[in-house]
């Protein structure tokens, strides 16, 4: 498994490059975020030994025991998961940003539970981009609203959004989401110029979220494989 797992770091990392060439991006200014949810520490320990140090997690209860038994100083803890009320508490002490703010009772509670252990912790607005039933996020006219409810926290940084297009095997058409998804980014930094993250992009379609302007991108099967 370790040296698979080897293989298809390197693979994609050729991959990332080639796809920051496109587009003429700095790979540097990059966030390759490890999907690493239902994968054991041990698989997450040789990631993280092949330089890759930014893990996210979709379950809280995995985060919280994850983050106990890998003790590097390396690691930052992204939560892009659903965010339930009882599980904030343990979202605050756990991670290092939050992906997934669109509620302003968990936006409260979020910044509240950091202000206990004195943390300010990185979020970004989830973004129901396509108006999916089956997906969170606020609507697109209602990104300005969260982000001022955010930023009037003070221990929660606005650092972005992020959004789950629609799948489609449409080109076009999934250009087209993703260059509006660059222009909500740009609506956003007009006002709150800091908020320069772009989370977007999965194994299915990274290379294009790059070039439409990604800075952080949320790979799982290309690197530990397919889930079983």
Request: aromatic share 4%; hydrophobic share 35%.
């Amino acid at each position: 498994m370790q040296i698979e797992i080897v293989k298809n770091i390197n693979e994609l990392r050729k991959k990332i490059d080639s796809a920051c060439m496109s587009g003429n991006i700095n790979p540097n200014n990059l966030t390759l975020i490890a999907v690493s949810k239902k994968k054991s520490h041990e698989l997450i320990n040789i990631a993280l030994e092949n330089g890759i140090y930014d893990f996210g997690e979709n379950y809280a209860q995995e985060l919280i025991e994850k983050s106990k038994l890998i003790k590097s100083n390396k690691i930052i803890w992204h939560y892009i998961g659903p965010i339930q009320s009882n599980k904030v508490k343990s979202i605050a002490a756990c991670a290092n940003w939050v992906h997934t703010l669109h509620r302003e009772k968990i936006i409260t509670k979020l910044n509240t539970e950091c202000e206990k252990i004195n943390k300010v912790i990185n979020g970004c607005i989830q973004v129901n981009i396509s108006s999916e039933s089956s997906k969170n996020g606020c609507e697109t006219n209602e990104l300005m609203d969260i982000a001022k409810i955010i930023k009037s926290m003070k221990n929660i940084n606005l650092r972005g959004i992020m959004a789950l297009p629609k799948l489609t095997t449409n080109k076009i058409e999934r250009a087209e989401i993703m260059e509006s998804i660059k222009n909500l980014s740009l609506e956003l930094q007009s006002t709150y110029p800091d908020a320069t993250s772009i989370s977007l992009g999965t194994t299915s379609d990274f290379e294009d979220a790059i070039i439409h302007g990604s800075t952080m991108i949320r790979i799982g099967e290309s690197i530990f494989g397919k889930r079983l």
